[in-house]
């Protein structure tokens, strides 16, 4: 069966030129044209990815895309006028896997929702709890508990540790991380991940000075446990 792709856009036109290039592609497609709506449908009809308009009438894009992400992982690609990075973040960290700024072009779009579904399925299962260094992890409502008792952690903290945890032991570079934040669209200074892990070392250790859970490679990265895991 082909892959389900809900297009929540109000201007009818894009939502037209957006419906065609997936259809084109081979994709089965359901429109929305208001935030309420694309919430019903989804209840109603399960969808493989989701590419949402920030503008709509009533209940926002954002606010959508927050909704959405508190009750299920399914990838969302917000399209928006709004080109400036302040927008782009706050996107990502309500959970958006993506973003494509208005203009844009129809076979660049396609070919961002087949690179989304195409890492949904090679990244491990997000629907279940992961379990690691006594952490609970749930990538669906996005907490992270110990005993019961949840941590709170920001978008970029979230993912980083969910990206650890997921492959134990195996040392992800700078890159690699600042690139699964950004999906694979960031240009910055790769620094700002060591910024990242050492805010999430005070929430996750139980010494932030003498980390076992999140330990650096030096002259390479970080990993989740290991042997000897030291910082």
Known sequence: MS???LVVEDEQSIRTIVEYALRDAGFAVIGAGRG?????????EPVDLVVLDVMLPGMDGLEVCRRIRAERGTPIIILSARGEELDKVLGLELGADDYVTKPFSPRELVSRVRANLRRARLEPDRSAP?????LEIDAVSRTVTRDGHEIELTYSEFEILHKLASSPRRVFT????????????FYG???????HVRHLRQKVEEDASAPV????VRGVGYAFGGEDARG
């Open 3 to 5: 892959d389900r792709i």
């Open 130 to 134: 992961l379990r690691a260094g006594g």
């Open 36 to 44: 309420d709506e694309a919430l019903e449908l989804i209840e109603r």
């Open 189 to 195: 200074d790769l620094r700002s991940v060591d910024v």
């Open 213 to 216: 859970l999140i330990r650096t």
């Open 174 to 185: 700078r890159e690699e991380l600042m690139n699964h934040l950004w999906k694979g669209t």
